[in-house]
């Protein structure tokens, strides 16, 4: 299994922008498609942006389109999350997933490995 550890979260002001990182360890990272989700305060899980093992497909929520953008480095075993004009709504612990199958990300269903999280705080 593929163990995560994400960084980059912090507090920013409305506008603002952040960079997330995860790194993965563990089987082989290429084989994986990567994801991230965010949790609020109070909310549900929910699904961010995902992308394929290749990097060819990519898939974000609506609230996010435009904003965020997620990435990979496959030689570096690491997936971003760049998110830009940041919403004091975007605030929330966002965490790293990886699946065998990018549709897993799109359906709910339980996926192979998580992160703990990194907390992204956005202030008005």
């Known amino acids: 299994q593929v163990q995560l550890v994400e960084s980059g979260g912090g507090l920013v002001q409305a506008g603002g922008s952040l960079r997330l990182s995860c790194a993965a360890s563990?089987?082989?990272?290429?084989?994986?498609?990567m994801g991230w989700f965010r949790q609020a305060p109070g909310k549900e899980r929910e699904f961010v942006a995902a992308m394929s093992w290749s990097g060819g497909n990519t898939y974000y929520t609506d609230s996010v389109k435009g904003r965020f953008t997620i990435s990979r480095d496959n030689a570096k075993n690491t997936v971003y999350l760049e998110m830009n004009s940041l919403k004091p709504e975007d605030t929330a612990v966002y965490y790293c997933?990886?699946?065998?199958?990018?549709?897993?990300?799109?359906?709910?269903?339980?996926?192979?490995?998580w992160g703990q999280g990194t907390l992204v705080t956005v202030s008005s």
């Open positions: 997933a990886a699946d065998l199958s990018l549709v897993r990300f799109l359906s709910g269903n339980a996926l192979d490995a």
């Open positions: 563990g089987r082989t990272f290429s084989n994986y498609a």
